[in-house]
Structure formats: C-alpha cells, structure tokens
C-alpha cells in the first residue's frame, strides 16, 4: 500500500487509478487568521477522484488548533468507477478560540455501482471559545451502493481528567493524555510506520 504525507495541505485534486490501494495522510496545524465571524472564502479543497475500478482508498486526517486560527476544508470523495472503495476519517482537537469549518462529500454518480463509501468527522473541544462546524453531505445517483457519514463533538470527560490527576498527573499532562488516546486510533490506522511517527511528533509537539 502506498502511503502519501502533507502537513498543512494546500487545495489538490488526487486521483485514484485501477486496482491501486493507498492513503493519504494530512496534519493541518497552521490554519487561517479570521478577524470575523464569516466564514472562510478560501477553503482547502481536498478532492479525491477514484477513477479506476477496484481500488481502495483511505483519508486520514487531523487537524490541531490554537490561538485565533481557522481551519476551513472541503473535502469530496468520488466514486467514479464501479467497485470502489473509499474510506474518509477526520479527528480534530481545538483549543483557545480556534474554529473550524469542514464541508465534506461523498458522490457516487450513476454507474458507479458496488461503490463503497463512509466520511467520520470527531472533534475534542478544549475551550469554551473554540468553535467547530462539520457538513456531511451525500449524492447518490446509483442503487446497488453503500454510504453513510457521520461527525460527532465531544468535550474532555471530568471524570476522566480527575481520575488521572489523581494519579498524580499535572492538569496539563493529564489533558495531553487524553488528546494523544483520542488521536492514537486513527494514527494507528497509518500504514507507513515512518508516517506515523512523524505524525505522532506532530501531534506531541503541542501542550493542551
């Protein structure tokens, strides 16, 4: 399987030949400086064109935002060809007064039959002021397909966090935990150990 790396990706268009099976892997933790509560005009488009029949295809992403940063993306997986599989997951922690906007798409046009497709989008917020907006959306022309999407955000558990603390674990060092555990299992996902070290670094180089 081959294993494509961005950090901080800018708008691309990938697409997917016949028969291939591949990731493609971002961190995004640089984003927009917003002075408004407008949205972003200038998006990272992500688009992924599964253009050849029986492939296999794999988005994992994570983005990571501070300060006064905005993240916004749209991302579309399209299921061009018949028999394809596509596979889109995001994670996402803010903190301070980041924000983040992700329109996300799975199309699968009409004779892309046994196309296979599923976008998951979870956020951890860390602060009050951090804002976060996730669109899954689906167009479907063709019957004899699988799709489904979902996006869910959650807060740190305060059980949980007085549970670590309680084990002696600074507030700081407490929060750290639980970001790398909610990250690991998709980062794991990675099929490029040297990828996922260097996106563990990424994601360590941060305190929460």
Do not use: C
């Not at 804002?131 to 699988?146: A, C, G, N, Q, Y």
């Amino acid at each position: 399987m081959s294993v494509k790396f961005k950090h901080n990706p800018a708008s691309q268009t990938i697409t997917v030949k016949k028969g291939e099976t591949s990731q493609f892997v971002f961190v995004s933790d640089k984003g927009l400086k917003y002075e408004s509560d407008k949205p972003s005009e200038h998006p990272v488009k992500l688009v992924f064109d599964l253009k050849g029949a029986d492939s296999d295809f794999e988005v994992i992403g994570l983005i990571v935002g501070h300060g006064e940063q905005d993240f916004p993306f749209d991302i579309q997986i399209n299921h061009i060809s018949p028999k394809t599989i596509g596979r889109v997951w995001l994670k996402s922690v803010l903190t301070d007064a980041a924000r983040q906007t992700v329109n996300a798409m799975i199309s699968i046009p009409k004779g892309a039959n046994g196309a296979d497709s599923h976008l998951s989008h979870r956020t951890l917020v860390l602060s009050p002021k951090a804002r976060t907006k996730t669109i899954p959306s689906l167009e479907i022309l063709e019957d004899d397909v699988k799709a489904s999407h979902g996006a869910t955000v959650s807060r740190i558990d305060k059980d949980q966090l007085f549970y670590l603390q309680s084990r002696g674990l600074s507030e700081p060092e407490a929060k750290n935990m639980i970001v790398d555990g909610f990250m690991e299992d998709l980062v794991a996902k990675i099929k490029d150990e040297k990828v996922q070290n260097q996106v563990r670094k990424l994601i360590k180089w941060y305190e929460f």
